[in-house]
C-alpha cells in the first residue's frame, strides 16, 4: 500500500465508502493521514467546583441506579441515568440515544462527556467514552451523513497502522529544525492520536507552517516560472513623450502615482510577461495611472485596451480618456454589447485597421468578431469581475501582451501574500492632495428624515445626491427598503424644485446611460439607486450618499459606495440608515464612521468576518486553507511566506539535498489534482 494509492484499497473501504470520503475531499491514503480534526474534547476530568455553567467536560463517575429511558413526543427520546460524582449525585440526561442504556450498569464506573448545568447540578451528555485509553483529548473531524465519526477514525487507524511509516518529511529539515517543527509522521500521529494537550499544541503549530509553507512554495514555484518566460514583448516606449504627457495633465500626481507608474514601466520593457495589480483606495487615481501605461504602450507601436465590467463605467472611461489624450493626439475608441449598426461598425474598423490606439470597452472586448491590429497592452479593471477565461480571452486577442490588473477594493495586508502572491503589486497608498475625507454618520432608520433633510440643505448650495437601497421592488421575504418606493417617495418628497431619478440592474443599456449622462450633466439632482453605481462612477458634483438598510452590506461594498462622493473640491457627506440587528453589523457601522481608509476597512472586515467570503461572491479568490488561518496565524503565514522566498532565492532549481523530497512533492502535485 503506497500513500497515493486510493483510500479503495484499505480493507472494508466499498464504493459507497469511497463516494463519501470524496465528498470530504478525501482521495488518496496520504490526503485520509492529513484530514485532520478541527478540534478536541478535554477527556481529562475535573472538580466539579472548576467547571463553569454550561461548560463541556468529562465526568467520571459510579452507576447509582438503572437507566430510565422515557418517551415525550414523535420520535424524542430521554434517557436519564445517576452518577456519583465526588459524593454529588448527578443526573445525566442523553436525548434521542436510547441504545446507550445498555452502556450504564448499576455499580460500575463509567465517563461521560457532557455539558455541565450548574443550578441543577446536572449533565446533559454528548456521548459515552468507553474506550480505554491514556488520551487526554478526542479528536472531532468534519464529516457528513455518508462517513460519520466513528468510521472515519477507524480509517484513520487503519491508514496510519499500514502506511504511517512511509510519511517522508517534505518540509527540508534545515527549516524543521530552525523552526522546531515535528516530523510528518510525528505531526499525522499527533494530530490524530494526542496523549496530552502539549502534543496536539505542537502538532498544529507543524501543521499550520506546514500549510502555509507549501502553499508559498507553490506561489514562489510559479513565479519563477512565469520568470523564466522571456516571449513576452519589450515595449520600448518614448519617455520623452510620456514626460510630456504628464506635464498636460491638470494636476499634479501623487508620489504614490510616480512609484507605480515607474513599477509598470519598468514590467513594459521587460521581456517577460508582465503579471502585475495594481491596487488603490477609491479616489487615489489608478485611472490616471493606467492612462499613463496605456500611452506608453502607444509610443511603442502598439494598441492598448481597457476592459471594464459595467457599460456605464466603460462610457464615463471613455468620455474621461477623450479629454485627456486629446493633447497628445491619441484615438481612443469605445466597445460595449449595447453598441450597433454604424457606430459599432466603425469602432471594429478602428480597432482592426489600428486607427484606434487605445479601446475602451466591457466583455465585448473579447468577442470573435473583434480584431485587433497590434494589441499589445491590456488594462483589466476591477479584475475580479471577470473570469479567468475571460481574462484569457482578451490576452489571446493579442499579442501575448502585457496585462495590468487594477482593483479598487483593498486586500488587506495580511492577504495580500496569499491571495496574489504570485503576482507583483503596485499600491496607490495615499489619496490625492486637497482630497477630503467624507462625514460619514450613521441613523437609526426612525430618524431617516433627518438625512433628507440635510440632503435638500446640501441640494440647495449645488450639490448632488446618491440614494441607494438593497432591493429593486417590494420583496414579500425581505422587509427592506426598496429602490421603487424610495424613488415615489422621494420624487415628492424634493419636488418640484430638485429632480430625481432611479437607476438598476434591470434597466436597458441603453436607459442607464441616459439616466447617468443626465445625472452627470446636473439634469437629475438626486439618483435613487441599487448597488449599481457600486463600481467606478465618477460624478464630481455628487457629494451626498444615503445608504438603507446599510448594515445588509459588507464594509467593502459600504467603502465603494462612499466612494461615489467626495470626487470634487467640496465637502461629501454620507448618511448609514440601519438598524442592525447583531454585534458584527453594529461593528460596521461603527467602523465606517470611524475611518475613510480602505485598507484599514478590509483589516477590520477580515477580523469581524474571518478569512472567507470577505468581498463577496468568492469574487476575492481568496485561498482557503483545512488548518490555518490567515487572520489568527498571520505570524507563521509572513514567516511561511518569507521562508519559501529565501529558498528559492538559494536554490530555485531545488537541486540542494535537502530540498528534493519537497522537489518530488511539487512535480507529483502537478500530476495529481487531488495531492494533499
Known sequence: MRLN???????????????????????????????????????????????????????????????????????????????????????????????LKDKFLPDEEIAVYGKWNESRKSV????????????????????????????????IQSAYQETGELLIDIVPENIRQHYRLLTDSELVRQMHFPKTIQESDAARRTAIF???F???????????????VDDGLQLAYDLPSLKEFIATLPFALTGAQK???????????SPQHMNRLLQGDVGSGKTVVAALAMFAAVTAGYQAALMVPTEILAEQHYQKLVKLFAPMKVHVALLTGSMKGPERQSSLTEIETGRANIVIGTHALIQDTINYAKLGFIVIDEQHRFGVNQRRSLREKGLNPDILSMTATPIPRTLAITTYGEMDISTIDELPAGRRPVETSWLKINQADKALALTRNQLDHGDQAFVIAPLI????????????????????????????ALLHGQMSSDEKAATMASFNRNEIQVLVATTVVEV????????IMIIYNADRFGLATLHQLRGRVGRGDRQAFCYLIADPQNEVAVKRMEIMTQTNNGFTLAEADLKLRGQGDIFGDKQSGLPEFKIGDPVGDNNSLVTAHQVALELFREDPQLEAPQNLQLKQYLSELKDNENFD
Open 5 to 99: 494509492d486510493s483510500v479503495g484499497v484499505l480493507t472494508g473501504v466499498g464504493p459507497k465508502t469511497v463516494t463519501g470520503l470524496n465528498s470530504l475531499g478525501i482521495f488518496s491514503i496520504r490526503d485520509l493521514l492529513f484530514y485532520f480534526p478541527f478540534r478536541y474534547d478535554d477527556l481529562q476530568a475535573r472538580p466539579l467546583a472548576e467547571l463553569a455553567d454550561q461548560e463541556k467536560a468529562l465526568f467520571k463517575g459510579t452507576v447509582i441506579s438503572a437507566p430510565v429511558v422515557s418517551y415525550f413526543g414523535p420520535h424524542k427520546v430521554r434517557l436519564n441515568v445517576r452518577l456519583l460524582i465526588e459524593q454529588t449525585v448527578v443526573i445525566v440526561t442523553f436525548f434521542n440515544q436510547p441504545w
Open 124 to 155: 446533559v451528555g454528548l456521548k459515552v467514552i468507553t474506550q480505554n485509553t491514556q488520551n487526554e483529548l478526542d479528536p472531532i473531524y468534519s464529516v457528513n451523513k455518508q462517513i460519520r465519526q466513528k468510521k472515519l477514525i477507524e480509517l
Open 210 to 212: 506546514r500549510e502555509f
Open 214 to 228: 507549501l502553499f508559498e512554495v507553490k506561489i514562489q514555484q510559479v513565479r519563477q516560472t512565469n520568470g523564466q
Open 259 to 269: 512609484r507605480v507608474v515607474n513599477e509598470i514601466c519598468a514590467d513594459l520593457k
Open 473 to 500: 421592488s417590494e420583496s414579500d421575504k425581505m422587509s427592506l427598503q426598496n429602490a421603487e418606493d424610495l424613488y415615489e417617495k422621494l420624487s415628492k418628497y424634493f419636488a418640484p424644485k430638485y429632480q430625481v
Open 536 to 543: 467606478g462612477v465618477d460624478v464630481p458634483n455628487a457629494n
